[in-house]
């Protein structure tokens, strides 16, 4: 290639002085107005050509240099993007390693590298915020959220982070942003709901629960969410009683038996309004229908509650013995009969009915209690030790202790959720007692029978 050059260079040579003996006369050559030399016509042809191609190496030179230049920008470029990659691998794996001191060395360090590293304001201010950093946490997401205003994992970090600080409006607007760009997003709607609930604004929390068991999940997770969401029809239905808004608060009521047919607070709630709204007898009715479809001795509890309140215990006692007609070996519904005889005063009902159990039951406080106050007022003193009496602190009203299936927690005051695990229906009024045959305790037979929409 060298040698061909060399040739035409050669070539071109001979043919300008082939050029310059065929034509010897001088041309004026004007540089300006005022400037001007005399040159053979060979010497302009070799001279034009000579700044021509002066002209090509220049622009040809400069062409090469800003590539260089470009090249030399770009593999720096690539080799701080792999230096940053190489410390945001580091980092996150010290971050998941719990080894924060070195994951936040390392994170500082890509920042430095790159002022623009979300993930990184992002991993960083989450490790501020388990350390409790809480203020420095929300200044990294908001810097982060500057560079991207619609990233959801941004929104969500600060979300997080203003719900730790009880600052509870501000997590809400950001999760309701969240929504605006992806209404299906289930983690923005479950952290939603449940920061309403945390505020007890049940109202708010019913839609977004709604929008919650829509989408689709895992069976364990929608029949989850599924309880919760009679929970929260209950708890809204709650607030409009207690605001005195009864329309309202029976449709939340009868939603919650539409969902669940055995959701026993609904219930109760529905027989509440009718008492609240001066109709105590059809609270009554609702509440005897209910019992007779899902035997729920809680029921019978409310009843006896509201007819003693109306001054109407027989009516009361009807239900109960027309209960123990049709179970007539159940010890748990004559336990509580007899209870009622003995908050009646009619003492010899209680001891006649009370005293055909215990001979059954190995182990009975309750039952023991009453019996004992029983054969103090009937003068059996063998029988009702003084310092039993005295170490019992018995007292007239023998209350009725709930407990949770769900945690075991126990409670005199009945109520829709547990004030322990927060299960909603959980309740049961098994008392405590020990069958002498079996060796076992006794419980409430479950029951799973149709539900006539008269009810509600």
């Known amino acids: ?51 021509g191609g002066g002209l090509v190496i220049l622009f040809a030179g400069v062409h090469e240099i800003k590539y260089f230049i470009l090249n030399w920008k770009y593999a720096r470029q690539k080799r701080k ?36 590293h979300i993930n990184s304001f992002l991993r960083l201010g989450k490790i501020y915020r388990i350390q409790g950093n809480h203020n420095e946490a929300i200044k990294l997401h908001r ?38 760009l992806d209404g299906t997003n289930l983690t923005a709607l479950m952290r939603l709901r449940d920061i309403y609930i945390r505020l007890q604004r049940w109202e708010e929390a019913h839609p977004v629960q709604e929008k919650v068991i829509r989408l689709p999940q895992p069976k364990e997770v929608a029949e989850k969410e599924a309880v919760a969401l009679l929970g929260i029809k209950y708890e809204a239905g709650m607030c409009c009683l207690h605001a ?19 959701f026993l607070p609904a219930y109760i709630g529905l027989s509440d309004i009718h008492v609240k709204g001066g109709r105590p007898y059809l609270g009554a009715r609702l509440l005897e229908k209910a019992y007779e479809m899902t035997r729920h001795i809680i029921l019978l509890h409310r009843l006896e509650d509201l007819y003693l309140e109306m001054g109407e215990p027989e009516k009361v006692l009807h239900v109960y013995r027309k209960a123990l007609e049709k179970d007539p070996n159940d010890i748990v519904l004559k336990f509580y009969l007899g209870k009622l005889y003995y908050r009646l005063e009619m003492v010899d009902d209680a001891y006649d009915l009370l005293s055909e159990i215990e ?69 049961q009024a098994k008392p405590i007692l020990v069958d002498k045959a079996p060796k076992k305790a006794l419980t409430e037979t479950p029951y799973s029978i149709p539900y006539p929409r008269e009810i509600i």
């Open 143 to 180: 810097k982060a959220r500057s560079l991207d205003e619609q990233n959801i994992e941004v929104l969500l970090a600060l979300s997080y982070d203003l719900e730790e600080t009880q600052r509870f409006e501000e997590a809400t607007q950001y999760l309701k942003e969240i929504l605006h």
């Open 1 to 51: 290639m060298a040698a061909f050059l060399i040739l035409l260079f050669l070539i071109f040579i001979g043919l300008a002085g082939y050029l310059a003996q065929l034509n010897p006369e001088k041309v004026v050559f004007f540089v300006t107005r005022d400037m001007s030399f005399q040159m053979s016509v060979t010497s302009l042809i070799l001279f034009s050509t000579a700044f």
């Open 359 to 427: 001979p059954q039951i190995e182990y009975f406080p309750d039952l023991h209690k009453i019996l004992g106050n029983l054969y103090l007022r009937k003068g059996e003193l063998s029988l009702a030790v003084d310092a039993l009496k005295k170490s019992l602190k018995l007292k007239k009203h023998v209350l009725v202790s709930y407990y949770c299936s769900a945690c075991d927690y126990h409670t005199i005051a009945w109520s829709g959720r547990c004030g322990r695990c927060g299960q909603w229906n959980s309740y």
């Open 244 to 262: 005195n808004q009864l329309e309202g608060a029976r449709r939340y009521f009868k939603g919650a038996i539409k969902l669940d047919k055995g």
């Open 81 to 116: 993007e792999a230096q940053i990659e190489t410390y945001y691998t580091e980092a996150v794996n010290a971050f998941l390693a719990k080894r924060y001191r070195d994951a936040t060395t390392l994170f500082q360090k890509i920042l430095s590298l790159n002022a623009n």
